[in-house]
């Protein structure tokens, strides 16, 4: 869990932060033991050249003396270091791995359930002429997911963020600002976001309530809605896009973004699941896989500056490249560190958002150690929002339902058609329908048998046999953590008894359509595309499940 700590200031702490180093006698002058205590604990002070583990290099000195323990630890070292030696995963190496990591669960008696699967995850670019057949098909699709990005940037809450820090900064700061220390940053930050956040809940946005002036998404829904009349799969066609770009151009709307995409195919079918922002985020946590020059400059990642802060995916495998750290937590590294001066933040008019400049290049700053930045510190959280196109926690079909249940708040079912981009093989969204709980276990409570009762669901939620269910919320008041999704099959009463119990505790749930579909002895693919400012980044993060 993250917390922020608020302390108040004192002149004992303003001695506090003068110091680099201090020793324990002169701490004991200024505090008890017990706050000095409490300063560690808040990670306010730490132990000089402590570093945080670097992956598995633990392992290496581990010593018990449970002979078994020893045994098992030892040997995934072991295996550890052949990885490091060849410098590439084997397929034997993982499932050696694999085996390893079976043998100390059961030992713990563990319940890691057992799953029949083994995932690789490799890294690959169009520059590899042993590219499987798959990924030729995801890297003829560049330009459709450069045009599908362009689209979804539409729905950017980060995009609200940007252009309000813009005419903040415009009036205030027209010339840019340079920071000297993170008190001022801080202060700074707060200036921002107290202007941001009087005028915009940012929470609602990123999760699909758009309230207030969003020209062109009401043009959208007003149009998927119209064709909601005559097609099964509204196709949101290039023509679409072109009208759309046309009104944003006319609202001096920023279209540019990066993000990466987390793509499913099966067959000749892509089903869009996630979006997450760009900008080699993901892909350089795969970093080490590559030659520096070529990772840097085929993809233009050296513009990204990472913020270090050790929480999160990776958060503990740092590149020696420089960083920008206003936590201050590259300690015994503060040769690498950018001091705060050297970042100049300027507002652009012209795309309505701030930009970052070290030594006159324009760069990003991003943490690389989590994609969720609402378990980001505050200062690291801001820059996410006010620097980098943001993630989306919905789809379309919410929207649609959403504006439905507008229209008319009295139904009791309102539904939501597939929504495809471009072609109807890119799926965008799954078709679903939005129903009230109270209403479904009214119903429901009216039949003794069981048969009765999956005629009922079926006819109600119109869909295949089987689906999958999730808590929504219809306005502004929703819970900060929904109900897990979970997976029904109207051919198991024990599947019924878990939808019954899943719906018992909330207003509204969703039952949206199985897509992909998952056959066997087919592989599913799931791919992470990047895309950036009307380009593909040629990269793809390929998992194949078999």
């Known amino acids: 869990?993250?917390?922020?700590?608020?302390?108040?200031?004192?002149?004992?702490?303003?001695?506090?932060?003068?110091?680099?180093?201090?020793?324990?006698?002169?701490?004991?002058?200024?505090?008890?033991?017990?706050?000095?205590?409490?300063?560690?604990?808040?990670?306010?002070?730490?132990?000089?050249?402590?570093?945080?583990?670097?992956?598995?290099?633990?392992?290496?000195?581990?010593?018990?003396?449970?002979?078994?323990?020893?045994?098992?630890?030892?040997?995934?070292?072991?295996?550890?270091?052949?990885?490091?030696?060849?410098?590439?995963?084997?397929?034997?190496?993982?499932?050696?791995?694999?085996?390893?990591?079976?043998?100390?669960?059961?030992?713990?008696?563990?319940?890691?359930?057992?799953?029949?699967?083994?995932?690789?995850?490799?890294?690959?670019?169009?520059?590899?002429?042993?590219?499987?057949?798959?990924?030729?098909?995801?890297?003829?699709?560049?330009?459709?997911?450069?045009?599908?990005?362009?689209?979804?940037?539409?729905?950017?809450?980060?995009?609200?963020?940007?252009?309000?820090?813009?005419?903040y900064m415009t009036e205030h700061f027209p010339d840019g600002i340079r920071v000297k220390n993170f008190n001022e940053?801080?202060?700074?930050?707060?200036?921002?976001?107290?202007?941001?956040?009087?005028?915009?809940?940012?929470?609602?946005?990123?999760?699909?309530?758009?309230?207030?002036?969003?020209?062109?998404?009401?043009?959208?829904?007003?149009?998927?809605?119209?064709?909601?009349?005559?097609?099964?799969?509204?196709?949101?066609?290039?023509?679409?896009?072109?009208?759309?770009?046309?009104?944003?151009?006319?609202?001096?709307?920023?279209?540019?973004?990066?993000?990466?995409?987390?793509?499913?195919?099966?067959?000749?079918?892509?089903?869009?699941?996630?979006?997450?922002?760009?900008?080699?985020?993901?892909?350089?946590?795969?970093?080490?896989n590559f030659p520096t020059e070529k990772f840097e400059n085929n993809y233009g990642h050296a513009r990204l500056l990472d913020m270090p802060y050790h929480f999160g995916f990776n958060a503990n495998s740092r590149s020696c490249e420089k960083v920008f750290d206003p936590l201050n937590q590259t300690r015994g590294y503060h040769e690498l560190g950018i001091s705060y001066p050297e970042i100049l933040i300027k507002p652009d008019e012209s795309k309505k958002n701030l930009r970052f400049f070290l030594q006159k290049e324009e760069v990003f700053l991003s943490f690389l150690g989590s994609m969720t930045p609402m378990v980001l510190p505050k200062t690291l959280a801001m820059f996410n929002s006010i620097n980098l196109t943001g993630g989306m926690y919905f789809d379309l079909g919410d929207l649609i339902l959403r504006e439905k249940y507008q229209q008319n708040s009295s139904l009791n079912k309102y539904t939501a058609s597939r929504i495809a981009f471009s072609t109807e093989n890119l799926i965008i969204a799954r078709k679903k329908v939005l129903l009230r709980s109270n209403e479904?276990?009214?119903?429901?409570?009216?039949?003794?048998?069981?048969?009765?009762?999956?005629?009922?669901?079926?006819?109600?939620?119109?869909?295949?046999?089987?689906?999958?269910?999730?808590?929504?919320?219809?306005?502004?008041?929703f819970k900060n953590k929904f109900e897990k999704p979970i997976f029904v099959n109207l051919g198991s009463l024990m599947s019924i008894d878990v939808l019954v119990n899943y719906i018992q505790s909330i207003d509204w749930f969703v039952a949206e359509e199985v897509s992909p579909q998952l056959v066997p002895d087919n592989s599913l693919i799931e791919y992470i595309v990047e895309t950036k400012e009307g380009e593909v980044v040629e990269d793809v993060e390929s998992k194949k499940h078999s």
């Open 1 to 167: 869990m993250e917390r922020e700590v608020k302390l108040r200031w004192s002149e004992k702490f303003e001695k506090l932060v003068s110091w680099s180093r201090v020793s324990y006698e002169l701490l004991s002058s200024e505090f008890t033991d017990e706050e000095i205590k409490s300063l560690f604990s808040f990670n306010i002070l730490v132990y000089p050249n402590l570093k945080t583990s670097n992956n598995f290099s633990w392992i290496y000195d581990f010593d018990c003396s449970d002979i078994k323990i020893s045994h098992y630890i030892l040997s995934i070292r072991d295996i550890i270091s052949s990885m490091d030696s060849q410098n590439l995963l084997q397929t034997d190496s993982l499932r050696k791995m694999d085996n390893a990591m079976n043998a100390i669960c059961k030992y713990f008696d563990v319940d890691h359930l057992n799953l029949p699967y083994f995932t690789l995850d490799s890294y690959l670019d169009n520059s590899n002429s042993n590219l499987d057949k798959e990924s030729e098909s995801v890297i003829s699709m560049q330009s459709t997911f450069t045009e599908l990005s362009k689209f979804m940037s539409i729905f950017d809450a980060s995009k609200k963020v940007e252009e309000l820090c813009q005419e």
């Open 185 to 288: 940053l801080d202060s700074f930050f707060n200036e921002l976001a107290h202007h941001v956040f009087t005028k915009i809940n940012l929470g609602g946005l990123r999760s699909g309530f758009f309230e207030g002036e969003f020209p062109i998404i009401k043009k959208v829904i007003s149009d998927i809605e119209e064709k909601e009349k005559f097609e099964n799969t509204v196709i949101i066609l290039k023509n679409d896009l072109r009208t759309y770009l046309n009104l944003g151009k006319n609202n001096r709307y920023n279209f540019s973004n990066s993000y990466a995409l987390f793509i499913q195919q099966y067959n000749s079918v892509f089903v869009v699941n996630h979006i997450y922002k760009g900008y080699g985020i993901f892909n350089r946590r795969y970093r080490s």
């Open 440 to 477: 479904v276990l009214g119903q429901l409570s009216k039949y003794n048998d069981n048969v009765s009762k999956i005629l009922y669901l079926k006819e109600i939620i119109n869909l295949d046999f089987e689906f999958y269910i999730r808590e929504f919320s219809v306005d502004m008041n």
